[in-house]
């Protein structure tokens, strides 16, 4: 069994200054792509899943860990966007081995409050927390659905909340936003390193779709150990399946062909992810 804890995937991250690439687990191709890639290259990889509109995830976490019994590379499968305690503790209960509480809309004590509960609860069952403080707003398109403006993370709140609370992970807003941009976002590098000198859990970040290669390497030398990647990435995915069916041939094929595709696709994108987030390999012994 590979499956690991939050702290485990993202063990070194921080002191070799290397991210761990978070992708959401949306179907069964999908996930073997992902699984796929970081099998090829030997380094460790974070599945998400969450309540988003898509898989029925009841049915879909028990293949995946059983998936996970067949992986000899690190995972951690890690519920992404927890919206109360509840949903946490089903995920847990689900077999998750890491959730994210997002109180980041609450006022601050509120924040706090929801993600001490759901740490010790978590704890409890040796399973790690990511917490959020500041928000990280959503473009259109994005998984969230709806569209919201970013409150950027303040370095002092960052270091009490993670003080008080004792979440294994942070997710900071730093001017990243969920979804596609309209425009190049501006990234805040002075307010990250403010962060990582008063914050030593490793920090995380979301809405990774559209920056560039030069923004990741400068996010993680500024200390981001965890970065969620999707939507970018499996509409790439799609686009390129879209144009494999001008291909007649592949058109009137069995309808199986489109998953193989897919998670081919998938293969290759979170192989590049993996390199931009320049992931160190495990160990092997
Ligand atoms: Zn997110």
Redesign the pocket.
């Known amino acids: 069994m590979t499956l690991v804890s939050l702290r485990e995937v993202l063990r070194g991250t921080r002191q070799q200054r290397f991210a761990v690439g978070a992708f959401n687990a949306m179907d069964h191709a999908f996930a073997e792509g992902i699984l796929q890639a970081a099998e090829e290259m030997r380094t460790p990889v974070i599945l998400a899943g969450g309540d988003f509109p898509g898989p029925d995830y009841s049915r879909f976490i028990p293949y995946l860990l059983d998936r996970l019994e067949r992986s000899d590379v690190p995972v951690c499968l890690h519920f992404?966007?927890g919206s109360s305690f509840e949903a946490c503790a089903r995920a847990i209960r689900s077999g998750y081995s890491s959730v994210m509480i997002?109180g980041s809309l609450l006022p601050f004590e509120d924040n706090i409050a929801i993600t001490k509960r759901v740490v010790d609860m978590a704890h409890a069952h040796g399973v790690d927390v990511e917490g959020e403080l500041g928000c990280?707003g959503s473009n259109a398109g994005s998984m969230?659905e709806e569209e919201t403006g970013s409150v950027y993370t303040d370095p002092e709140s960052a270091r009490v909340f993670v003080r008080e609370t004792g979440v294994d992970a942070l997710?900071v807003a730093i001017g990243t936003s969920?979804g596609l941009y309209r425009q190049a976002p501006d990234l805040d590098f002075e307010r990250l390193e403010a962060i990582r000198q008063r914050v030593d859990v490793p920090l995380v970040m979301?809405?990774s779709s559209g920056l560039s290669e030069r923004d990741f390497s400068s996010a993680i030398d500024g200390g981001i150990c965890k970065i969620?990647a999707f939507t970018a990435l499996t509409m790439k995915v799609t686009r390129q399946i879209a144009e494999d069916l001008r291909d007649t041939e592949l058109a009137l094929s069995m309808s199986h062909m489109i998953s193989l595709k897919m998670t081919e696709y998938a293969k290759r994108e979170v192989m590049r992810h993996i390199r931009m987030f320049r992931t160190l390999p495990i160990e092997e012994d």
Do not use: R, S, V, Y
Request: glycine content about 10%; proline content about 0%.
């Open positions: 992404d966007h997002d990280i969230e997710a969920h979301h809405g969620n």
